[in-house]
């Protein structure tokens, strides 16, 4: 098993940056494909992004591509989310995820294991 624990949000004004990061504990991270998702209220949680076990492919959703990017550093056993020109429309709760085999196109809730308890992401305009 994995525990994934998110920090990094807060609040921020529109064309601003956000890195969040995603701490694991527990066995071999390097062995989980990882993801991040977002919740804004009355909505569903989506995913907008997610990368391999090796770090080598990575996934991102239209409403956040070229503006976010995903890395992560297995030696730390972090997964990083940089959120870069940021609009309101982005805030949400957001929520590192993982799984013990690919997340390339896997984009929904239940495809994934194990969750973290997410971190507030505020974007004023």
Known sequence: ???????????????????????????????YGVAWFRQAPGKERECVASI??????TYYADSVKGRFTISRDNAKNTVYLQMNSLKPEDTAA?????????????VHVLQYDYWGQGTQVTVSS
């Open 94 to 106: 957001y929520y590192c995820a993982a799984r013990s085999r690919g997340v390339i196109g896997y």
């Open 1 to 31: 098993q994995v525990q994934l624990v998110e920090s990094g949000g807060g609040l921020v004004q529109a064309g601003g940056s956000l890195r969040l990061f995603c701490a694991a504990s527990g066995r071999a991270f390097s062995s």
């Open 52 to 57: 391999s076990r090796s770090g080598s492919s």
